[in-house]
Each structure stands twice: as structure tokens, then as C-alpha cells.
């Protein structure tokens, strides 16, 4: 830990406390169908032009229902449209490398992945996705995705602080002001940012390029039909040459190693087909290109995360600079931060909306000082190895943002629902791993995903004050209103349905052959593999513990299925509660009312995040990272 | 039925609107202004020879295995350093597989840089990057690396410090990230030397 690490972290968290309050207020112009912004002169007439097309009024108003009805088509178009291009990108333009279309169930996956903001990847996008996929099929969900979830969270807030209505707004009108006067804007500078940083922004194809030092690789042969030649050879482990009493030889203070046929039951050598391997000369880089810098601006902005390249923002031609890396950071969390300014200016009731802020950042400053802690100690396996032991757990991680901008960004990035990496999570250490993946369990309520984090949060703002309620003995009430059982059936629904999918999705694929096939570590962290899976794909979240190997039928479409129970049977819950707080009538606040900010507050609410929220996982994190810190410090490998 | 007929085809008309505005004006827009300020960026930051002929970007690492060159760091994109190709290896804190793997880069990493036995090496000198390309390396990490190079390159350790040094960068703006050598650059760099061509062609 350095002391330049603890500076950034400040600058981190002091820009982002400035941004929020513009940032907010402009949202309440935004989010108000008649608000009127700097940007009406030139984004004016194409938003009325575009209600003429869709032939809506902007001062229609939805009740709770008819706006989840236009939410659902809207996701379910959006959604086959994105299908289809991904099945018929051959056919489309834009596809200089060719690629054939995807499967059925990858593109059922990436269509789904990409509809619910979680932008889970089961493909590697610079290998498998034409340009015009990435730039149409996938960046369109980028902007709407988010959209919808900003929309979502304004109508619970009007649904709250709205008394006796039945409406809560427009969808179609939500949708757009939030696109055009938000996301268009901001990310268009930001992209712009990103380029003078590096970033690539072309439609060219891959550029080749002479290397200086040409090496040889082995490549497995083919024959004259493409099938591979294989042989017939005698299986070996390289291991430590013991001697008889079992200590290993040593030799100059380093153990000695050696290949040992490994034998089966009956002591017989055990021989296997391999593929005959040939050497091939490697003399030039291809370089994949593409449009990125738009999609790398709005996948961070809209906690979308889904990266252009395989690598995503540790990419260097996604995430170039230290400097790239730190506006990537804050724009994860810049919309999420300002909602809840949003929120307080809405419900006028500013400290609510600063308390609910400061509890987010509380629990964001504990993740970010465990996980950098955790990496920056280092694995003490591969420290007995040899590595120093100031520098940290470097596997994984990109020189320009050591140790601590990838701690970071790991932290914010499962807060945030944004699923974007910078570095590769499934090597960091035990505990550090552990933060990414209770993060995302804890429902992604640490500012969240854009508004998905402001509606996950009044969840449990609403349980909070029900389980305070209950201790005093009062009515409990929120924001004027009384909470009833109807309110609270509501927001257990929306929590239960989440945690019921997680753990029954990664306890079928732990007991099933398909589950366990596509592992890349074994051990604990094989099934925190599957477990990190499921949480991401439930939170909408998108990273992962990526050796899993999710490309084929079976993770493809149950990780869709809990991407859209994530996703919608958490939403319509919401809706219905903001519903049926709509149309009660808002009473002046008494000497009994339990105040919604403050340090009471604040404590509450971060309690009811961890005791709801966390404790329904911790059996499972028990059985995955926890008890593989245990196995680390004893040097335990598998 | 009317209602939700009405509802799907506003959802297909908005989504073809924002298709367009989304995915063809605004991408269209930022390609259009990023080549037009800053062209260099935005085709990939591409390092071209005295000939014209395309070397490899700034941003990109690529591997290097003769004495004569700093190594980058190990990679798991691809056969190492494959562009079109990004990733991690993935692997966990108790995988035998990666402990394997570190322990026989520490060993190879001690013999090519005549370091003892028993010397610690800097983490990033061993372990693989998460998109393998990264084209940093540390500087302690340069600096156990510049002696082999001096001797294969009949240089002067001064001379090979002092291009390390040009092609060290700090924290941007002093405060964000760690400093780091550019591996492609150096090397380029040390071939731009071309004082005495290199003899020995080890690892081949």
C-alpha cells in the first residue's frame, strides 16, 4: 500500500462527491418530462420528432401497469432485434474478419446478457463478433438498457413521493429524454476523451505488424483433411523427485524436478492420444481493431460492462492510461451517485438523499480497503516460489494500474452492476475475490447499477424502516407514507426471488456433469467459478471468474434464465409497490416518525443491506473463497 | 389485444429510432471527430520503421525472447502477445497449474539474468497479465533485465539505463498509476542504437 494509492482513492471519492450534486440537478430536469436543459435548442426538435414517429404525446401519463407493459415490449423487441443481427451477421455489413453468425444459444445468451445491462460475455468479442454487431446489435442495448433502468427508478421515486396519483410517469418519454439529453452527451465527450488517450475508434481491418524477435510456438499438426494427428504416448507429471523417506531431493536449495509416468490402479503405465505438436515460426502481430472508444464510453457510463475485446478494460486499446482508467472509474458510478441527489431533491428531503449516499460509500470504502489489502499482500504460495513480497498478486493484473486501480476497479465495478474488469478476478486472492462476488450479492445496492442501485436500495431502505417500525411498535412509514404489508411482500419478493436463483442455479450446475465440464480451476475455486457465475448473472452485474468455460448450451441458457429473473422479476415487484404507494396519500411527519437520515439512518439501512442481503449467501461463501484463503495459508494447491 | 399490438409495434419503432441515433449517428460522430484530432490515437497508436513498415502500437506488448531484448511480461493471449486474442490465464491462488507455471518462469527468470538461486524476483517479471498484452514492465523488473542486455548488446550498463530512463513513464499528472517501462518502445529503441549489431542469438 502506498501512500500515491490512498491520494487516489481520495481524489476518487472527492470528484465524485462534486459531481453529484450538478449531475443530480440536471437529472431532475431530465427526468421531468417538461424540464428544460442547455441542450433543448439541439436536441429538442429530434425528441419531438421522435414522438411523432412513435405517435406518443410527452404528457401522457402510465399507471404502474401500462408502464411495465411498454418496459416489457420494449425489452422483448430490443431483444429479438439484437437475435437476429447476431444470427445474420454474416449477411450483414460491416464483418471485415468474416465471422460466421453465432450459435442459437450464444446469441440467445448475448441478446439476453446485453437486454437486462448485465452484459455477461460468453464469446470472445475481437474473435467472434462482426462490427456491426458490436456497434448495433449490442452498443443499442448499451444506451437503452441503462435508459430503462433509470427510467425504473425514477417511477418508483415519483411512485413515492407522488401523493394519491395513479400515475408514475411516461416510459416512452422516460426512454428517450434519458438517452438523448443524458447518455448521447455525456458519452460522446467522454468517447472523445478516451481516444486522445488511445483508445481506438476505426473500421479498419486487423493491422499486421513484423516483430523484431520472431519465436516459435507448437501447433498441433493436421492432416490433409484438417482433422488433427494424434499419437500414442505415455502420460507424465512433472513433480519434485522425492526421496525414499518422502522429503524432496534438493539441490542447491531448489527442489529437484522430474516427469513420472503416471500409472492406473493396476500399475500399469497410463498412454493417452495426444495431438502431434509442430513448431510454427510466429513473425508478425495481428492486431484487432474497431470502433471501441463509442462502446467503451457508454458500457462504463451505463454499467453496462460489456467490453469490445475479450479482455475488456484491461485491454490496452480499451483502457490505455492510468488516466483513461480513473474517468472509466468515476463514470461507472457518476449517474448511480447522482440519483440518490436525485432522490433527496425529489422527495425534498435532501439529507435522505445524502444519507442513503453515505451508506453506499461506507460500504464502498470497506470492499475497497479488503480487496486492496488482499492483493497487495499477495499469495503466499507464490511468494515461497520466489516472487517478492512487496509487490503484491500481479497475476492478472496490468502493470499501468497495479495493485490498487485494479482493486478499485474490481470494487466499483461489481457496486456498480457494471461488470467491466481491468483486471481478471478469478486470480485474485481468495479474500480478495471474495469482494467482487458479495458485492454483487449483496443486490448491487452500493450505488448500483444506473438506477437499478437507487431501486435495489429502496428496497431496503423500505425494510429498514419496517424493521425500525417494528421495534418501536409504530406503523412504519417512509417519506409520509404508511408502509403496509402489501409494500413489504412487495420487497421481500424482489430480494427472495434473486437469492432463490443464485443458490439454486449454481447448486444444479455444481451437481451436474455440464456444470462441473466447464471449470478451469478445481478445488474451491472451481465452484466459486460457478458461484461467481450465477451472482453476476442474478445482479445483472456481467464480470466473472472467467475460466469458466460458459459457451455451451447448458450455462448459455440458465445463465440467460437468471439474467432475466434478475432482471424483470425483481423490476415488476418494484413497480407494483411503487404502484401501490402512488395512490396513498402522504401525511405530514409526527413526533413518531422514524427520521430517514441521519447517522441512525445510516447505520440501519447498511445493516438491513448486510443481515438481508448477505447472510442468505454466506454458506456458500463459505464452501468457495473463505474456506480457500484457509487452504492458501497452508499452501494447499489443486 | 389492441393495447398490446399498439405496444409492440411503439417498442419496434423506438428501437429502430434509437438503432439509428445510437449505434449509427453517434458512433459515426465520434469516429468522424477522433480521426479528424487525433488520428494517431485513434487507429491504434501504430509504430512504424524508417522503412514505413508497421512495428507494433505503443499500447500493445509483444514477446521477446532473445538476451539482446527486455522481455515482457509471460501472456496468455493466444501463443503469447496474440492481439486478436486478448486474455488472462485465469488461473486461481491454490491452481497447481499457475504455481507450476510461476515456479518454472522464477527459474528461468534467475538463470537468463545470472541472478542467485535463491534471489526474489518482481512479481510481474513471472506472472501473466489480464488482457496478455501488457506492454509495461516494472522498473525494478528492467533494471534485474539491463545487464543481460548491456552484455549481449556490447553496450555500456549507463547507456542501456539511460533509454530505460526515456522510456520509464510516472503516474499520469503524478498521481494516477504505477510507473512503467514500455517494452516495445525500449527495444525499438535499442535497435535504433545499432552501435554494435548483436552477436549473441541465444533462445532461439
Known amino acids: 500500500m502506498k501512500p500515491l494509492d490512498a491520494a487516489q482513492l481520495a481524489l476518487f471519492v472527492g470528484i465524485l462527491a462534486i459531481i453529484t450534486k450538478p449531475l443530480g440537478l440536471f437529472l431532475v430536469r431530465v427526468l421531468d418530462a417538461n424540464g428544460r436543459t442547455w441542450l433543448d435548442p439541439m436536441v429538442g426538435p429530434l425528441e419531438r420528432l421522435t414522438y411523432r414517429f412513435l405517435g406518443i404525446r410527452s404528457t401522457g401519463q402510465q399507471d404502474w401497469r401500462q408502464y411495465t407493459a411498454s418496459m416489457l415490449a420494449f425489452s422483448l423487441v430490443s431483444c429479438v432485434f439484437t437475435y437476429a443481427i447476431l444470427r445474420l451477421q454474416d449477411r450483414l455489413p460491416l464483418n471485415p474478419q468474416a465471422f460466421a453468425p453465432m450459435s442459437d444459444h450464444l446469441a440467445f445468451n448475448t441478446a439476453v446478457s446485453f437486454t437486462t445491462n448485465t452484459n455477461w460475455q460468453s464469446y470472445v468479442g475481437e474473435a467472434t463478433l462482426s462490427y456491426f454487431s458490436q456497434m448495433v446489435a449490442l452498443t443499442l442495448h448499451n444506451f437503452t438498457s441503462a435508459a430503462v433502468g433509470i427510467a425504473i427508478a425514477a417511477a418508483l421515486v415519483r411512485g413515492l413521493v407522488g401523493s394519491s396519483v395513479r400515475t408514475l410517469g411516461n416510459f416512452w418519454v422516460d426512454l428517450i429524454r434519458i438517452t438523448y439529453y443524458l447518455l448521447l452527451p455525456v458519452t460522446f465527450v467522454f468517447a472523445l476523451f478516451f481516444v486522445s488517450q488511445g483508445v481506438v475508434q476505426n473500421f479498419s481491418s486487423y493491422t499486421h505488424a513484423k516483430l523484431s524477435d520472431p519465436f516459435t510456438v507448437q501447433v498441433p499438426l493436421s492432416d490433409s483433411n484438417g482433422m488433427p494427428v494424434m499419437t500414442n504416448v505415455v502420460v507424465t507429471v512433472h513433480t519434485a523427485k522425492l526421496q525414499a523417506d518422502g522429503t524432496p531431493v534438493l539441490k542447491d536449495g531448489a527442489a529437484v524436478w522430474e516427469d513420472v509416468p503416471v500409472r492406473d490402479g493396476n500399475g500399469g503405465v497410463v498412454h493417452t492420444n495426444l495431438p502431434v505438436m509442430v513448431d510454427q515460426k510466429v513473425d508478425e502481430q495481428v492486431m484487432a481493431q474497431g470502433p471501441v472508444a463509442s462502446q467503451a464510453a457508454i458500457k462504463m457510463l451505463g454499467t453496462n460492462g460489456g467490453g469490445f475485446m475479450n479482455a475488456n478494460a484491461a485491454h490496452p486499446f480499451e483502457n490505455p492510461t492510468p488516466l483513461s482508467n480513473f474517468v472509466q472509474m468515476l463514470s461507472i458510478f457518476a449517474i448511480g451517485s447522482a440519483l440518490t441527489y436525485y432522490l433527496g431533491r425529489v422527495s425534498n428531503n435532501q439529507a435522505h438523499g445524502w444519507s442513503v449516499w453515505t451508506a453506499m460509500m461506507v460500504l464502498f470504502l470497506v470492499g475497497t480497503a479488503v480487496c486492496w489489502w488482499a492483493e497487495a499482500r499477495g499469495n503466499p504460495i507464490h511468494q515461497a516460489l520466489g516472487i517478492a513480497g512487496d509487490s503484491g498478486n500481479m497475476e492478472g493484473k496490468e502493470v499501468r494500474f497495479g495493485i490498487f486501480n485494479s482493486a478499485l476497479f474490481a470494487t466499483i465495478t461489481t457496486d456498480a452492476s457494471c461488470g467491466a474488469v481491468n483486471s481478471m478476478h478469478d486470480s485474485f486472492t481468495a479474500l480478495g475475490g471474495l469482494i467482487p462476488i458479495f458485492n454483487m450479492q449483496l443486490g448491487e445496492v452500493v450505488i448500483g447499477g444506473v438506477g437499478a442501485g437507487l431501486y435495489g436500495m429502496l428496497v431496503f431502505v423500505v425494510l429498514g424502516v419496517f424493521i425500525a417500525g417494528l421495534m418501536v411498535g409504530r406503523t412504519p412509514e417512509y417519506l409520509g407514507k404508511k408502509i403496509q404489508a402489501y409494500e413489504v411482500k412487495m420487497a421481500m419478493l424482489a430480494l427472495l426471488v434473486l437469492t432463490l436463483s443464485t443458490l439454486g442455479f449454481t447448486a444444479w450446475a455444481a451437481i451436474s456433469p455440464w456444470g462441473l465440464a466447464g471449470l478451469n480451476n478445481s478445488g474451491p475455486h472451481g465452484f466459486t467459478e460457478m458461484f461467481y457465475a450465477y451472482s453476476s448473472a442474478n445482479a445483472n452485474n456481467g464480470s466473472a471468474f472467467a475460466g469458466l468455460t460458459a459457451n455451451t448450451p447448458w450455462y448459455n441458457i440458465t445463465l440467460g434464465l437468471a439474467m432475466l429473473v434478475g432482471r424483470f422479476l425483481m423490476i415488476v415487484p418494484i413497480l407494483a409497490m411503487a404502484g401501490s404507494m402512488a395512490r396513498k396519500r402522504t401525511s405530514p411527519p409526527s413526533l413518531g416518525t422514524f427520521p430517514v437520515s441521519g447517522t441512525t439512518f445510516v447505520i440501519l439501512l447498511i445493516g438491513t443491506v448486510l443481515l438481508v442481503g448477505a447472510l442468505n449467501y454466506l454458506p456458500g461463501l463459505a464452501l468457495g473463497p473463505i474456506v480457500e484463503h484457509f487452504l492458501t495459508g497452508q499452501s494447499q494447491l489443486f | ?204
Open chain 2, 1 to 204: 389485444m389492441k393495447t398490446l399490438f399498439t405496444e409492440l409495434r411503439v417498442a419496434l419503432v423506438a428501437t429502430l429510432i434509437l438503432a439509428a441515433v445510437c449505434c449509427g449517428l453517434y458512433p459515426l460522430a465520434v469516429y468522424g471527430v477522433a480521426q479528424a484530432l487525433f488520428p494517431k490515437q485513434a487507429n491504434g497508436s501504430l509504430l512504424t520503421d524508417a522503412s514505413g513498415t508497421v512495428r507494433g502500437s505503443h499500447l500493445l506488448g509483444q514477446n521477446f525472447t532473445s538476451d539482446q531484448y527486455f522481455h515482457s511480461r509471460p501472456s496468455s493471449a493466444g501463443s503469447g502477445y496474440d492481439a486478436a486474442n486478448s486474455s488472462g490465464s485465469n488461473l486461481g491462488p491454490t491452481s497447481r497449474k499457475l504455481a507450476d507455471a510461476i515456479a518454472q518462469n522464477v527459474a528461468d527468470y534467475r538463470q537468463q539474468n545470472g541472478l542467485a538461486t535463491n534471489a526474489v524476483v518482481p512479481a510481474d517479471a513471472v506472472t501473466a497479465s489480464a488482457s496478455g498484452l501488457d506492454p509495461h514492465i516494472s522498473p525494478a523488473n528492467a533494471n534485474l533485465q539491463a545487464d543481460r542486455v548491456a552484455k549481449a548488446r556490447h553496450l555500456s550498463r549507463q547507456q542501456v539505463d539511460e533509454l530505460i530512463g526515456r522510456n520509464t513513464e510516472g503516474p499520469d499528472w503524478g498521481v494516477f498509476g504505477d510507473p512503467r517501462v514500455n517494452v516495445l518502445e525500449l527495444n525499438l529503441a535499442l535497435d535504433r542504437l545499432g552501435a554494435s549489431s548483436p552477436t549473441s542469438k541465444s533462445n532461439p
